[in-house]
């Protein structure tokens, strides 16, 4: 018996700017991906962590809707 009541973190076709990363991550959360954005420029300035994470869901996460 197949059980779909979980959630898959993909990047977003539909709402993106540079891999689709952030909206992807939005969806996935049920959150504005401005906020996202945010979170990720602020990870970014302050310790290059941003960055890497980035990085990371951009390779590892695969493109959904």
Do not use: H, Q
Not at 18 to 24: D, E, Q, S, Y
């Amino acid at each position: 018996m197949e059980n779909n009541s979980y959630r898959k973190l993909t990047r977003s076709t539909s709402d993106r700017r540079i891999a689709g990363v952030c909206g992807g991550l939005a969806k996935y959360l049920n959150i504005d991906p401005t906020v996202v954005r945010i979170l990720f420029l602020l990870a970014l300035l302050f310790a290059s962590f941003g960055f890497w994470a980035y990085l990371i869901v951009w390779i590892a996460a695969p493109e959904g809707e």
